[in-house]
T-cell receptor, first 115, second 116 residues
Framework: GNSVTQMEGPVTLSEEAFLTINCTYT??????LFWYVQYPGEGLQLLLKATKADDKGSNKGFEATYRKETTSFHLEKGSVQVSDSAVYFCALSDRGYSSASKIIFGSGTRLSIRP | GAVVSQHPSRVICKSGTSVKIECRSL??????MFWYRQFPKQSLMLMATSNEGSKATYEQGVEKDKFLINHASLTLSTLTVTSAHPEDSSFYICSAHGTSGAYEQYFGPGTRLTVT
């Protein structure tokens, strides 16, 4: 079945460091891929998405590129801030862009940024 | 942007009682809502998919008689945990998909249930 694997945390970085959180997926067909962020005490927010191969999703300085050849969707940011401290979830949806389909989440990676 | 609310945000109940959690789409109509459960420091696990006016579809291993889901209108879905036990303590999150045709699931802020 479809699944998402992301690097285990916690990840602790200093402010302004470069961030990479790895994510790989297993899916039949052509899933849509997402990164969600969960700030302490809050619900999930969509951070960015990509719906087809080679698409790059970007938001708030974060980027991820849909790599079909490596089945990956790694999250990157060039210079992290303390306010980026949160839990990040990689996810996929297996029924295409315009359908209401269930989302399969990775295990989440907790990110802590030191001032 | 679209907003989804959940009520209550926190609830503590005694073992054996039932608890109802509401999920509302505040500024859009949601034909489909999803209910997830999140254990501490773990990912979200889909419990069921709820379509307005029809019975919910439960994921394998989720007891439909224990977790009753009702989606009576395009803006409201409810999850009732019946005869709750301490092992039901968890963070329950709903999401809603709109009717506009464009993909987007909007997540509620979650409800933390503690069963004593």
């Amino acid at each position: 079945g479809n699944s998402v694997t992301q690097m285990e945390g916690p990840v602790t970085l200093s402010e302004e460091a470069f961030l990479t959180i790895n994510c790989t997926y297993t899916a039949t067909g052509y899933p849509s891929l997402f990164w969600y962020v969960q700030y302490p005490g809050e619900g999930l927010q969509l951070l960015l998405k990509a719906t087809k191969a080679d698409d790059k999703g970007s938001n708030k300085g974060f980027e991820a590129t849909y790599r079909k050849e490596t089945t990956s969707f790694h999250l990157e940011k060039g210079s992290v801030q303390v306010s980026d401290s949160a839990v990040y979830f990689c996810a996929l949806s297996d029924r295409g862009y315009s359908s209401a389909s269930k989302i399969i989440f990775g295990s989440g990676t907790r990110l802590s940024i030191r001032p | 942007g679209a907003v989804v609310s959940q009520h209550p945000s926190r609830v503590i109940c005694k073992s054996g009682t039932s608890v109802k959690i509401e999920c509302r789409s505040l500024d859009f109509q949601a034909t489909t809502m999803f209910w997830y459960r999140q254990f501490p420091k773990q990912s979200l696990m889909l419990m069921a998919t709820s379509n307005e006016g029809s019975k919910a579809t439960y994921e394998q291993g989720v007891e439909k008689d224990k977790f009753l889901i009702n989606h009576a209108s395009l803006t409201l879905s409810t999850l009732t945990v019946t005869s709750a036990h301490p092992e039901d303590s968890s963070f329950y999150i709903c999401s809603a998909h709109g009717t506009s045709g464009a993909y987007e699931q909007y997540f509620g802020p979650g409800t933390r249930l503690t069963v004593t």
